[in-house]
């Protein structure tokens, strides 16, 4: 029976730390999506900061239009076009934008777990670890008893 817990034992922690390397890779592997996340975050801010800008150009560029040339009734109507395109296009980077920091917020979340489990894994592997010694040791003794009792008899 001693032999077997041995064996149970040396299993558990083989498994245990089988589950800490693939939580391991699984944390490499969010920490990745995080930081092409907010790569793309950032991306995405700085287009809308042009879009932005070209949406103030644009504007400005109708109000001289207007004030200077207000026969030319299709140029104004073109810009508000373009003004109410690029409007849009702001509005979908904002959305992409929250969503994509959304995700971080929850990847961030999940790495915060899967931390978490890795430290309980560790302590757990640690224990069965210290377990198995004591076990190795105990059953040192008792085979180092068993060839006394041997050779006594």
Same mark, same amino acid.
């Given at each position: ?15 245990? &730390? ?14 990745? $999506?995080?930081?092409?996340?907010? $790569?793309?975050?950032?991306?995405? !801010?700085?287009?809308? $900061? ?15 239009? %207007? ?5 030319? &009734? ?12 690029? %409007? ?33 894994? !560790? ?13 190795? %040791? ?9 060839? &006394? ?5």
């Amino acid at each position: 029976t001693s032999r077997g817990n041995d064996a149970r034992l040396r299993q558990e922690n083989s498994n245990l &730390e089988k589950q800490v390397y693939e939580l391991s890779d699984a944390k490499k592997d969010l920490m990745k $999506r995080i930081y092409d996340l907010e $790569r793309d975050i950032q991306d995405l !801010e700085g287009e809308r $900061r042009s879009l932005r800008q070209e949406l103030m150009n644009l504007s400005s560029d109708k109000d001289m239009l %207007e004030y200077q040339l207000s026969e030319f &009734e299709g140029i104004k109507s073109n810009l508000l076009g373009k003004i109410d395109g690029l %409007e849009g296009e702001l509005d979908s980077k904002d959305d992409a934008a929250r969503t994509l920091r959304q995700e971080t917020m929850s990847l961030v979340a999940d790495k915060d777990e899967l931390v978490f489990e890795v430290k309980r894994l !560790e302590g757990q592997v640690s224990t069965l670890t210290r377990k198995l010694e004591e076990t190795l %040791e105990d059953n040192s003794h008792l085979q180092h008893k068993a060839l &006394e009792n041997d050779n006594v008899a």
